[in-house]
């Protein structure tokens, strides 16, 4: 079945600092990909998405770019804020009209430290 | 808009008790979804339902039941506890896919309940 493999955390970083978290993803058709953030005590927000190959999705700083031929969807950010800590969450969702949800990778928790 | 909300935020439950867990969204979303977040696992789809009076089966539904019987609501039941359903469990909803291209998909995540079964 579909899966998605991210970094295991926690990473932690020193503020401004370049980030990477890797996300790799297996799938029989061609995804649409999702990274995902979740704040302490709260529910998950969409960060950013991309839904064919080569788009790049940007949000708030971060980027990250759909790459087919190595099956990735890496999430960078130039230079993190103590306000980046959080866990993301790489996923994906099969094309087609079925509502049959995200799958998920582990998360990854990411420590900025000031 | 309040988005998607969940009752009750927190729950301690004995082994073999029953309740229910309430999602309601008011966006108007065909699709909603329940998923338990465990330590090292990420998120597990449990149900879902595409509309009023239809649910479908997750990657792990055993234990679980679903109600559909509004749009806006969707009631996710533990008939008889067990300190393995100690989670969060996250109710999500999106638009239908049908109804919108897919590059709008989106689901929408409501902030979570945490149940601790003793």
């Known amino acids: 079945g579909d899966s998605v493999t991210q970094m295991e955390g926690p990473v932690t970083l020193s503020e401004e600092a370049f980030l990477t978290i890797n996300c790799t993803y297996t799938a029989t058709g061609y995804p649409s990909l999702f990274w995902y953030v979740q704040y302490p005590g709260e529910g998950l927000q969409l960060l950013l998405k991309a839904t064919k190959a080569d788009d790049k999705g940007s949000n708030k700083g971060f980027e990250a770019t759909y790459r087919k031929e190595t099956t990735s969807f890496h999430l960078e950010k130039g230079s993190v804020q103590v306000s980046d800590s959080a866990v993301y969450f790489c996923?994906?969702?099969?094309?087609?009209?079925?509502?049959?949800?995200?799958?998920f990778g582990k998360g990854t928790h990411l420590i900025i430290q000031p | 808009n309040a988005g998607v909300t969940q009752t009750p935020k927190f729950r301690v439950l004995k082994t073999g008790q029953s309740m229910t867990l309430l999602c309601a969204q008011d966006m108007n979303h065909e699709y909603m979804y329940w998923y338990r977040q465990d330590p090292g696992m990420g998120l597990r789809l449990i149900h879902y339902?595409?509309?009023?009076?239809?649910?479908a089966k997750g990657e792990v539904p055993d234990g679980y039941n679903v109600s559909r019987l509004k749009k806006q609501n969707f009631l996710l039941g533990l008939e008889s506890a067990a300190p393995s359903q100690t989670s969060v469990y996250f109710c999500?909803?999106?638009?239908?896919?049908?109804?919108?291209?897919?590059?709008?998909?989106?689901?929408?995540f409501g902030p979570g309940t945490r149940l601790t079964v003793t």
């Open positions: 999500a909803s999106s638009y239908s896919i049908k109804a919108r291209v897919l590059e709008l998909y989106e689901q929408y």
């Open positions: 339902s595409v509309g009023e009076g239809t649910t």
């Open positions: 996923a994906l969702r099969m094309g087609g009209g079925g509502a049959d949800g995200l799958t």
